[in-house]
């Protein structure tokens, strides 16, 4: 019993503002009280309407009160305080702002414990007994506290809502099947709900078991993914190993030939040289003594020792010395040089086939295209002119990425040159997701990709960016844009920029044309399939001084 008085001396002395202890209580007009501060602040965002109110009673007041304090119940504050005992917290006993309030409660309303669906009503501990104790009101159904217990009101017949139109898929009250929703497909909200949680059960259920199934599948997938890896590393590097042996014995091979033939013929040289030497020496003695004999003075002497002084040996024949120029084994170096040519033209163009059957091995979905300029930097493909595709009219500069409309060049004869169209196309293959931009000025630019089959040939449509089935252009000039394959022509429209940049997601079969400034414009995307790699292209205006470079 000392304890509910103490919990009712707890209530009064607490302030329904703060839910605290008062401070500086004081009294309104009506009779509550308060902490000091706590009206004041309440009241000042009363100001503008200029009248007043009590939180508790919603009394109103004009003009605004003035405020005294309360001594006596504030020396019984203090009393309470010496006691040690504190003002319940306001989540234990009392609804707080969030919370449900007990709609039976007068004056400080203490949390609902459960809400009934057929009085709409919410009780505290205290007003749910009748609950548990009246028959009558046994049947009732209780829930979890709910704040919007008026939602379940029809607002045409102020009567609870138990029922569901399946036809309009709204809530309504037993009243309503005889007016507005007569003849309509109705049932019990009960029955609709048990149905929907059903359907949502079966919904859920298949779909966690479809999710099993594909995560098992992708765990599959994941399993045949690094197997296959690793099988392809393992085999790649025996090929690779047998073909570095090859070349080491090949290598071998070339060393062990050049040291013989020049063991051999290095034995040849020094056997002619000692030849040639013997010779020398041997003539030297025979003019030596040759001389001896031109100082005797008897004539018949001289005549009868000269054929002996004077017959030599055969000469050696030297005739082969002087026959061949001065090359022996740089013949060798070229053609080990003309070896590695050919075997970095056959890697380079076997290469493209390894990058594109890379490329193909993707499981999921292709990935979107990227949004920013920083999501396309990311897969930047630095490009290089081919000097042996380029138009003679095209000059190469920067490390062959920038081409100039201009006067002839003196290029040699090859079979991959553009010989009509004033075009080049990239050293690189495309394979997979590439990004790149072009930078052009003067009269225009066409910005291309093409297939390396594309004919060079003359100035048929065949040769052409854009005129055929193997190529793709943007042709950019000062005022206006256009796109072209297969010699139709689509007007293209979007902010003028000096810069282009091109987006190539070879597997998905997208190529996007972007304008490049401060911000990027899609100015027209193909959805295609693409059958072979590609290559860059440009085709730099009409007039000379037209530029296009490949930015870095």
Known sequence: MAQ????????????????????????VPCGHSYCM??????????????????????????????????TMLADLVDKLKKTGLQAAPADHCYAGPEGVACDFCTGRKLKALKSCLVCLVSYCEKHLQPHYDVAQLKRHKLV?????????ICSRHDEVMKMFCRT???CICYLCPVEEHKGHDTVSAAAERTERQ????????????????????LQQELEAINGSADKAVKDSEKIFTELICLLEKRRSDVKQQIRSQQETEVSRVKELQEKLEQEITELKRKDADLKQLSHTQDHIQFLQNYPSVSALSEPTDTSSINIRPLRYFEDVTAAVSELRDKLQDILREKWTNISLALTEVDVLLPQPEPKTRAGFVQYSQEITLDPNTANTRLLLSKGNKKATLSQHQSYSSHSDRFTGWCQVLSRESLTGRCYWEVEWSGTGVNVAVAYKNISRAGTSNECGFGFNDKSWTLFCRQNSYYFRHNNIVTPVSGPQSSRVGVYLDHRAGILSFYSVSETMTLLHRVQTTF??????????????????????
């Open 4 to 27: 509910k008085e103490a919990q009712l001396d707890q209530e009064t002395i607490s302030c329904s503002i703060c839910l605290d202890l008062l401070k500086d209580p004081v009294a």
């Open 37 to 70: 501060t706590c009206i004041k602040r309440f009241w000042d965002q009363e100001d503008e309407k200029n009248i007043y109110s009590c939180p508790q009673c919603r009394q109103t007041f004009t003009p605004r009160p003035v405020l005294v304090k309360n």
């Open 144 to 152: 979890e506290p709910c704040k919007k217990l008026q939602d379940n």
């Open 168 to 170: 309009d898929q709204q």
């Open 198 to 217: 059903r359907e949502r059960e079966g919904t859920i259920q298949q779909r966690i078991q479809d999710r099993e199934k594909d995560v098992k599948v």
């Open 531 to 552: 059958t072979q790699p590609l290559y860059a292209g440009v085709w730099p205006g009409y007039s000379n001084g037209d530029t296009a470079e490949f930015c870095s």
